[in-house]
């Protein structure tokens, strides 16, 4: 059983350009969430999505945005990149019926350095 | 506003310690906390769950304890081992059953041979 994936595993960009991660949840699983983690930080919640719509977000400014596709793997969008953009992009997976019941389950990350 | 706050920020042991991570939660109406290891430049494995009912959960040599009317939690590691060498990460899930985690700044600990 595979578990979260996300790729690509690391990114460089310049100030100014656009970035797309991507995300495929846990089998079975239909809600994603994304995540920043800035170096020496905890990881900060920047939205999630279920049903292809977003329902939750953080305190992320419009440049970062997301999608959800029927398969239930998301990808998330950022663009202008600034400088303290650089982090660790997490992904995290679980059920929508679960909720805050159950683990939530962690991809690898996206190392996202921008120049 | 959640906030959630770990102490200390480092920690260092010799092998076989036993050793206490808190982590400290400033609005009471969770509806869980969750346990989490990262190692250098990865993701996150969660260790432990604890729904806001209980009061404690184990898994073989952790132990988390949760206690929210002081807003407090603890992970006990008994007979720290070179492996459990990480960051640990406490989270706390919101009230409503979102499923939106709010974390901690972490604990680096570092268990010596």
């Known amino acids: 059983d595979a578990g979260v994936t996300q790729s690509p595993t690391h990114l460089i960009k310049t100030r100014g350009q656009q970035v797309t991660l991507r995300c495929s949840p846990k089998?079975?699983?239909?809600?994603v969430s994304w995540y920043q983690q800035a170096l020496g930080q905890g990881p900060q919640f920047i939205f999630q999505?279920?049903?292809?719509?977003?329902?939750q977000r953080g305190n992320f400014p419009d440049r970062f945005s997301g999608h959800q596709f029927p398969n239930y793997s998301s990808e998330l969008n950022v663009n202008a990149l600034l400088l303290g953009d650089s982090a660790l992009y997490l992904c995290?997976?679980?059920?929508?019926?679960?909720?805050?019941?159950?683990?939530?389950?962690f991809g690898p990350g996206t190392r996202l350095t921008v120049l | 506003k959640q906030e959630v706050t770990q102490i200390p920020a480092a920690l260092s042991v010799p092998e076989g310690e036993n050793l206490v991570l808190n982590c400290s939660f400033t609005d009471s109406a969770i509806y869980n906390l969750q346990w989490f290891r990262q190692d250098p430049g990865k993701g996150l494995t969660s260790l432990l769950l604890i729904q806001s009912s209980q009061r404690e959960q184990t898994s073989g040599r952790l132990n988390a304890s949760l206690d929210k009317s002081s807003g407090r939690s603890t992970l006990y590691i008994a007979a720290s081992q070179p492996g459990d060498s990480a960051t640990y990460l406490c989270?706390?899930?919101?009230?409503?059953?979102?499923?939106?985690?709010?974390f901690g700044q972490g604990t680096t600990l570092q268990v010596k041979p």
């Open positions: 995290a997976s679980s059920w929508r019926t679960g909720g805050s019941r159950d683990t939530q389950y």
């Open positions: 989270a706390v899930g919101g009230s409503g059953n979102t499923g939106k985690l709010i």
């Open positions: 999505y279920y049903e292809e719509e977003e329902r």
């Open positions: 089998s079975g699983h239909d809600t």
